[in-house]
Nanobody
Framework: QVQLVESGGGSVQAGGSLRLSCVVP????????MGWFRQAPGKEREGVAG????????YYADSVKGRFTISQDNPKKTVYLQMSDLKPEDTAIYYC???????????????????WGQGTQVTVSS
């Protein structure tokens, strides 16, 4: 079972920035994607950003386009989510996920992702 380790959450004011990190100890697995998801209280988990592990094509939810950037550092086995111009509606627990069994068909949908991190809280105040 692949264990993902997230860090970087916190509390910021609207307009601020945060960078989330996700370390994947077994990077180089056979799947295609890494993704960042978030879940606010009372809401379903939603896709925020995804990246092709081999090729680095990126995918974003409309709500974060132009504000969030997903990237990867293969030697460090780390995927990042740079979040800028944060808004109160970005408040949620953020999770990273890995497509370790090549079962993901849509990088912005939770279905198919097998490995998940423990989540990190992001709180944006107005």
């Amino acid at each position: 079972q692949v264990q993902l380790v997230e860090s970087g959450g916190g509390s910021v004011q609207a307009g601020g920035s945060l960078r989330l990190s996700c370390v994947v100890p077994e990077y180089g697995f056979n799947g295609k994607y890494m993704g960042w998801f978030r879940q606010a209280p009372g809401k379903e988990r939603e896709g925020v950003a995804g990246i092709q592990i081999y090729g680095s094509k990126t995918y974003y939810a409309d709500s974060v386009k132009g504000r969030f950037t997903i990237s990867q550092d293969n030697p460090k086995k780390t995927v990042y989510l740079q979040m800028s111009d944060l808004k109160p509606e970005d408040t949620a627990i953020y999770y990273c996920a890995a497509d370790t069994r090549n079962t993901v068909w849509d990088p912005l949908r939770p279905a198919g992702y097998v490995a998940w991190g423990q989540g990190t809280q992001v709180t944006v105040s107005s």
